[in-house]
């Protein structure tokens, strides 16, 4: 059998069980040469044992101090948390309806394409479709740009 490394062995302050059932259990340890001990790691996952425990014997998840330490400030953070009630939300004005300014800048991109079948079939007049649909499409997009802010 392998032996236990030393940085993995049961420091004298770390506690198992209370009172006379630890007393009782580290008896049985030590009467039992042969009994195979496994080390408790803490629950928080950080690697430290927090003491050892034999086979077939359930003990509850343990919490280093440090684990547990962190646990608490990520506990009061979440409480610290505005809730889904937004308390400013009284002071924002409520979303733009752009769907007609966003219909407007389709249609002046209809015109363009308009424009450049014209141009395409040698007609003039799809100059000033191209031209129009081009000047109402950069209108439109700074106003959408306007109302955004």
């Given at each position: 059998m392998a032996e236990i490394p030393s940085r993995l062995?049961?420091?004298?302050?770390?506690h198992l069980l209370p009172g006379s059932a630890e007393d009782a259990l580290e008896s049985s340890f030590e009467s039992s040469e042969t009994a195979e001990d496994?080390?408790?790691f803490c629950a928080g996952g950080?690697?430290?044992?927090?003491?050892?425990?034999?086979?077939?014997?359930?003990?509850?998840?343990?919490?280093?101090?440090?684990?547990?330490?962190?646990k608490a400030s990520e506990r009061a953070v979440t409480e610290a948390m505005p809730s889904?009630?937004?308390?400013?939300?009284e002071l924002r004005s409520p979303p733009r309806d752009l769907r007609r300014a966003h219909l407007a800048q389709v249609l002046a991109v209809l015109l363009i394409?308009?424009?450049?079948?014209?141009?395409?079939?040698?007609?003039?007049?799809?100059?000033y479709l191209a031209a129009f649909g081009t000047v109402a499409w950069i209108g439109v997009g700074l106003v959408l740009w306007r109302l955004r802010n």
């Open positions: 062995k049961r420091n004298a302050d770390q496994i080390p408790i950080c690697g430290e044992v927090m003491g050892y425990v034999r086979i077939g014997y359930s003990i509850p998840p343990r919490w280093c101090p440090d684990c547990e330490s962190a889904d009630s937004d308390e400013l939300a394409f308009a424009g450049s079948i014209h141009i395409a079939l040698g007609q003039p007049i799809g100059i």
